[in-house]
C-alpha cells in the first residue's frame, strides 16, 4: 500500500545520504590549519615535545593544535593517513622520525598508548629501512652506481 512506497522512498533517499556522506569523508583531507606549523622548532624543544607528548596521553590539557591532533590521530593511523595532504604526510613521517631518535621515551609511551599491536611501529621500521638502504652510498657525490634490487 502507500505506507510501503514512503517507507522504500524513505530508505532510498537514507541510503543515497549515507553514500554522500561516506564519499565526503574519503574526500575531505584534514584541515590545512597547521600545515605551517613549525615542526622543526618544536620538535627542537624538549618542553614543547613533553607537552604534546602529555597531551597525546591524556596526562595534561591539550594546546588546540593538540586538541584536533589527538582527535585525528587514530583515523590517520588506523587508514595510513589517507586523508592527509602531502604535506601533512611528510610533517607526519617527519615527527615520528625524530621521535623514535631523538625522544625514545616518548615514543615508546606514543606506541603503548596509539598501537598497542605494534602494526604501525612495524609498518613504520620498514619505512626506515627502506630509507636507510636508499641512503647507502653516501651524499650521492660519487659515481652514482646506484641501483640494487629489492
Not at 24 to 34: F, N
Not at 46 to 64: A, E, F, G, H
Not at 116 to 138: A, T, V
Given at each position: ?139 650521492g657525490v660519487g659515481g652514482g ?6
Amino acid at each position: 500500500g502507500k505506507m510501503r512506497k514512503v517507507w522504500l522512498l524513505a530508505s532510498a533517499v537514507l541510503a543515497f545520504l549515507n553514500f554522500v556522506k561516506s564519499q565526503e569523508l574519503a574526500r575531505t583531507l584534514y584541515s590545512p590549519r597547521y600545515d605551517n606549523l613549525d615542526i622543526d622548532t618544536i620538535l627542537a624543544s624538549n618542553r614543547l615535545v613533553s607537552n604534546y607528548v602529555d597531551c597525546l596521553l591524556s596526562r595534561k590539557p591539550c594546546p588546540p593544535e593538540g586538541k584536533d591532533l589527538k582527535r585525528i590521530l587514530p583515523e590517520a593511523l588506523r587508514t595510513k593517513c589517507a586523508r592527509c595532504s602531502p604535506t601533512q604526510k611528510e610533517n607526519a613521517l617527519k615527527i615520528i622520525t625524530r621521535l623514535y631518535y631523538d625522544y625514545p621515551d616518548q615514543y615508546r609511551a606514543l606506541r603503548e598508548r596509539w598501537d598497542p599491536s605494534g602494526e604501525y611501529h612495524r609498518r613504520f621500521e620498514e619505512y626506515l629501512r627502506g630509507l636507510q638502504f636508499n641512503q647507502i652510498g653516501g651524499s650521492g657525490v660519487g659515481g652514482g652506481t646506484g641501483g640494487g634490487t629489492g
